[in-house]
C-alpha cells in the first residue's frame, strides 16, 4: 500500500496551504490512489524510475485514479479553495479538472525547482523545497474572506449572507467565486460539505442518518446519492475497502 501523510506548511503559508502531503509506494508492485474533489489545486511533483515531473491539479469535479508506480515518491502543496489563482496568475475555471505543467506558468522557475526535487535526498527535503517555492501570501481580499467562511462552515453557510459579506450581489458573488476557485458556490458548497461527511465517516459508521443530519444533507439518502457522486463508492463500499 502507498504510504500517504500531510506535513504542517510554513506559518507564512498557512492562511493559503492547507498542507504539504507526500505519497510513497515502498514496495515493488504497483498501485492506484483515488482522489477525490476538494475544492483545492495542487502543485504536484513526481518522481519515479529516474524522471521528475511538475505539474499544477486543478480543482476537480469528479473522482479520478491515479497510477502508483514501484518506488515512485508523489508530493504536492495544496492551496485551500480561492487561495492559489495568485500563484499561477490564472482564472479559477481554466484550471478546473486540469492538469497542466507548472512550467506553463513558472516558466525557468519550474524547471530549476524540478531539478532541485528531481536530486532531493528525503520526501522531507522535497517537502521543504516545495514549501519555498510558493509566493508570499497577500492579505485575503473581501470575496477571499467569504470563500474562507465557506471553507470553514463545509459549506453550510448561506450564500447570499456570503455575497453580503463580500459585498457582492448574489449574481456577483456566483461569477468572482468561479473566477477565484473553478467552482460555483453551490458545487463548492457540496465539495466541502462531503469532505466533512468523509471525514466522519469512520467515526459514525452504520449511523449514516445521523451523519446526514450532522453534514446538512436532506436526509440519508441523500447523504448517499453525494457520496457516491464524489468518491465512486457508498458509504459501507468505501469502510469496507478501509477494513
Given at each position: 500500500m502507498p504510504e500517504y501523510r500531510e506535513h504542517a506548511p510554513p506559518v507564512h503559508l498557512a492562511d493559503a496551504v492547507e498542507c504539504i502531503w507526500s505519497l510513497q509506494q515502498i514496495g515493488s508492485s504497483a498501485d492506484t490512489h483515488r482522489v477525490v474533489p476538494d475544492g483545492c489545486a495542487d502543485i504536484l511533483f513526481v518522481r519515479n524510475s529516474g524522471r521528475a515531473s511538475l505539474q499544477v491539479i486543478g480543482p476537480m469535479t469528479k473522482f479520478e485514479d491515479y497510477p502508483i508506480a514501484p518506488l515512485s515518491l508523489s508530493l504536492g502543496i495544496r492551496f485551500r479553495p480561492g487561495m492559489w489563482t495568485q500563484q499561477f496568475r490564472i482564472r479559477g475555471y481554466q484550471?478546473?479538472?486540469?492538469?497542466?505543467?507548472?512550467?506553463?506558468?513558472?516558466?525557468?522557475?519550474?524547471?530549476?525547482?524540478?531539478?532541485?526535487?528531481?536530486?532531493?535526498?528525503?520526501?522531507?527535503?522535497?517537502?521543504?523545497?516545495?514549501?519555498?517555492?510558493?509566493?508570499?501570501?497577500?492579505?485575503?481580499?473581501?470575496?477571499?474572506?467569504?470563500?474562507?467562511?465557506?471553507?470553514?462552515?463545509?459549506?453550510?453557510?448561506?450564500?447570499?449572507?456570503?455575497?453580503?459579506?463580500?459585498?457582492?450581489?448574489?449574481?456577483?458573488?456566483?461569477?468572482?467565486?468561479?473566477?477565484?476557485?473553478?467552482?460555483?458556490?453551490?458545487?463548492?458548497?457540496?465539495?466541502?460539505r462531503f469532505r466533512h461527511a468523509l471525514s466522519k465517516v469512520g467515526l459514525q459508521a452504520g449511523d449514516h442518518a445521523g451523519l446526514a443530519a450532522e453534514c446538512g444533507y436532506t436526509d440519508q439518502s441523500h447523504f448517499i446519492a453525494e457520496f457516491q457522486y464524489f468518491s465512486g463508492q457508498t458509504p459501507s463500499a468505501y469502510l469496507r475497502t478501509r477494513a
Open positions: 484550471m478546473t479538472d486540469a492538469l497542466l505543467p507548472l512550467e506553463d506558468f513558472w516558466g525557468a522557475r519550474a524547471r530549476v525547482l524540478r531539478e532541485r526535487l528531481a536530486n532531493a535526498k528525503s520526501a522531507r527535503e522535497c517537502a521543504a523545497l516545495m514549501a519555498h517555492s510558493a509566493r508570499a501570501v497577500e492579505p485575503r481580499t473581501p470575496m477571499q474572506r467569504a470563500i474562507g467562511w465557506m471553507e470553514r462552515t463545509r459549506g453550510q453557510a448561506s450564500l447570499d449572507w456570503l455575497a453580503q459579506q463580500a459585498s457582492l450581489s448574489a449574481r456577483q458573488f456566483r461569477r468572482m467565486c468561479i473566477q477565484q476557485t473553478g467552482l460555483s458556490p453551490k458545487f463548492l458548497a457540496r465539495v466541502l
